[in-house]
């Protein structure tokens, strides 16, 4: 079965330390995405895809970047990690219809 | 601008109905409701494309009024299995059909028997 995965599913690392966030599905879906989830503020986007070689700033971006090599994948990188980047990341790629499956998320904890 | 859930939360007794409201401030071309149990990931339950059309499955069911900019979410005869944070996310007549979801704060439904 197609399926979208996230890894790791949980991470604690130190302020100022570069992270990269996993995100594989196998729908052969063109358009991805990152968000992240805090209390009080639902899901926020930080970037998005459209296809291989293009990515898009989201509604919080800074301090955040992704690549897109390939149509699976779209690793998510934290350059310098923040104690204000603690969050739940959730990723999540489109079909035509613009139906969002996400993955399992991956809860991240900068100390 | 991120639409406007209402009630933040609300608690029903099995067999109970509940509405779910989403606001916006922008012209809209798309609603999309998602239900979120706790500590999984969001999954989607349908989506309302602008013409104002009902759409339901099961005892789950929405309407999307293009011109007030709101789609409600209907849910009769609850069940525990409904119980869970449900998120409208809604696409602006500019971005179209592969236009960028932008979520509301969540409503959190609590089922008790």
């Known amino acids: 079965d197609a399926e979208i995965t996230q890894s790791p599913r949980h991470k604690i690392t130190e302020t100022g330390r570069q992270v990269t966030l996993a995100c594989h599905q196998t729908?052969?879906?063109?358009?991805m995405f990152w968000y992240r989830q805090d209390l009080g503020h639902g899901l926020r986007l930080i970037h998005y895809?459209?296809?291989?070689?293009?990515?898009n700033k989201g509604e919080v971006s800074d301090g955040y970047s992704v690549s897109r090599s390939n149509t699976e994948d779209l690793p998510l990188t934290l350059e310098s990690a923040a104690s204000s980047q603690t969050s739940v990341y959730f990723c999540?790629?489109?079909?035509?219809?613009?139906?969002?499956?996400f993955g399992p998320g991956t809860r991240l904890t900068v100390l | 601008q991120q639409p406007v859930q209402s009630p933040q939360a609300v608690i029903l007794r099995e067999g109970e109905d509940a509405v779910i409201n989403c606001s916006s401030s922008?012209?809209?071309?798309?609603v999309h409701w998602y239900r979120q149990k706790h500590g999984e990931a969001p999954v989607f339950l349908m989506i309302?494309?602008?013409?104002?059309e009902q759409k339901g499955h099961d005892k789950i069911s929405a309407s999307f009024n293009e011109k007030k900019q709101q789609s409600s979410l209907y849910l009769t005869a609850s069940q525990l299995s409904y119980s869970g944070t449900y998120f409208c996310?809604?696409?602006?007549?500019?971005?179209?059909?592969?236009?960028?979801?932008?979520f509301g704060k969540g409503t959190k439904l609590s089922v008790k028997p």
């Open positions: 309302l494309l602008k013409g104002g």
């Open positions: 922008k012209a809209l071309y798309s």
């Open positions: 999540a790629s489109s079909n035509r219809d613009n139906e969002q499956f």
């Open positions: 729908w052969n879906h063109n358009n």
């Open positions: 996310g809604t696409v602006d007549n500019y971005g179209g059909s592969q236009g960028n979801l932008i």
């Open positions: 895809s459209y296809g291989v070689q293009d990515t």
